[in-house]
């Protein structure tokens, strides 16, 4: 049976449990109770090890475990007000006191991230609540208890501020008697949704810890001092395993070496897919470019497949490359460790939109993106795009075409380059102008 850490601030512990402790013919649920963000912090490091998943009471422990907790890979969800539960306890509130308005409040759990729970779909600006901040992620500071306290202090004392909402039901103690506060705390269908999703996650993490990875380092040049660059390989492998405590297992072909890895340790190899610590370490520590392929499979016999495939399609590149391909067959890459992929939501968010239409990778098009503006403009042919991306020629003008078709390129007419032979055409990339 899952085990399920919930942790949660002691003043929800009464709603936590009546409405867990149905489901525990189910799931194994364990509770811990937090004073402050500090004791928090020590009681999840003492026992998150322990557990499938972990839920969270609200958005305030969950922030700041993601943030204090980054090496933490297991699934956690925290539980949220439902537009149902919150419109449900506004209107039971309103039979009561005809004064209550929305406009009068001052309401701690609204924010983009929930859409503002529709009011701002559904009510006129002037009738708008009072918020703390525009986004979830300010409730991601270490003070933030303190913060909140201080701020509906401050609007309590505003004379069109009647009504506190407010899940944290210990900062009512700093209202004055003109205010009145009113503790929300998520429904039993909320509590039950996100356990749901929890447990969905935790399925598919389990899923995923099981798949196979297999790295194919391949070789060029094969008629070339072949006995000497494969012991030099071997040996920068070997070593690199060694000083970065990664326990992987090589073993050598005729023309490669084999890597075989858990899928945890090929994510921290490769930062979640988008750089490849092997490659940077063989192009600083060898004298010969070699293609390094990463197959994912729920075998060894396809995640080997993968890899070799991946690794054939940096044959044709001078320079090392490193290609991944899935279990479902999408291929990342190449992956380079020259870029910094330092994007902004929006700009990935824009980006996996024009991989949506164009087929193109999103590292790809996030590669692209980046060196066209570390260049300093826009513009660019197949030749300097290929060493760009480090792959060839013929793949740097098939995405160039691909971004033309739909709409994301236009051939520069007024900058083509006469060369010997077929002109070379210069493009205009505008990605952000549809």
């Not at 026992?47 to 297991?74: E, T, V």
């Not at 070593?239 to 075989?260: H, V, Y």
């Amino acid at each position: 049976m899952k085990k399920i850490a919930i942790f949660y601030k002691i003043e929800s512990e009464d709603w936590i449990k009546s409405y867990t402790n149905s489901l525990e013919d189910q799931w194994q649920f364990y509770y811990f109770s937090y004073t402050n963000l500090t004791h928090l912090a020590t009681i999840f490091s003492e026992n998150s090890i322990f557990f499938d998943g972990i839920l969270c009471s609200g958005q305030i422990p969950y922030f700041h475990l993601k943030r204090n907790h980054p090496q933490f890979k297991k699934p956690m969800r925290y539980i949220a007000i439902s537009e149902e539960d919150f419109y449900k306890k506004c209107f039971h509130y309103s039979q009561q006191d005809p004064h209550f308005q929305l406009k009068k409040c001052f309401i701690d759990f609204l924010y983009q991230e929930n859409n503002f729970l529709s009011i701002r779909d559904t009510f006129p600006k002037e009738n708008w609540p009072h918020i703390f901040n525009e986004s979830i992620t300010a409730f991601d500071e270490e003070k933030i208890y303190g913060h909140l306290a201080e701020y509906s202090e401050q609007l309590s004392k505003q004379p069109h501020i009647r009504y506190y909402l407010t899940r944290l039901p210990h900062l009512s103690t700093n209202m004055p008697d003109s205010i009145t506060t009113i503790v929300f705390t998520p429904s039993e269908a909320s509590v039950k949704n996100t356990i749901d999703l929890l447990i969905k996650d935790m399925e598919i993490d389990r899923l995923t810890q099981n798949q196979l990875v297999v790295g194919y380092v391949q070789l060029h040049d094969l008629h070339r001092d072949l006995d000497y660059r494969k012991i030099t390989l071997y040996k920068s492998l070997l070593d690199f395993g060694r000083t970065e405590n990664l326990p992987f297992i090589l073993q050598q072909e005729s023309f490669a070496i084999k890597i075989l890895i858990s899928y945890t340790d090929f994510l921290t190899l490769t930062h979640n897919k988008t750089s490849c610590a092997i490659q940077q370490m063989l192009s600083d520590t060898i004298d010969f470019h070699v293609s390094i392929g990463w197959g994912i499979g729920v075998s060894i016999q396809e995640a080997l497949f993968n890899g070799e495939k991946a690794a054939f399609l940096g044959e044709d590149s001078k320079k090392t490359t490193t290609y991944i391909i899935e279990k479902n067959g999408t291929t990342i890459g190449p992956i380079a460790n020259d870029l910094k992929l330092n994007l902004s939501d929006t700009t990935i968010q824009k980006l996996n939109t024009i991989y949506q239409k164009t087929n193109i990778s999103t590292t790809i098009l996030q590669r692209m993106y980046q060196s066209l503006q570390k260049r300093g403009n826009y513009e660019t042919n197949a030749t300097d795009l290929a060493l760009d991306l480090n792959t060839t020629e013929r793949s740097a003008n098939r995405y160039l075409k691909k971004l033309v078709e739909h709409g994301y390129a236009s051939l520069s007419t007024t900058q083509q380059i006469k060369m010997q032979g077929r002109p070379k055409h210069v493009y205009e990339i505008h990605f952000f102008d549809y």
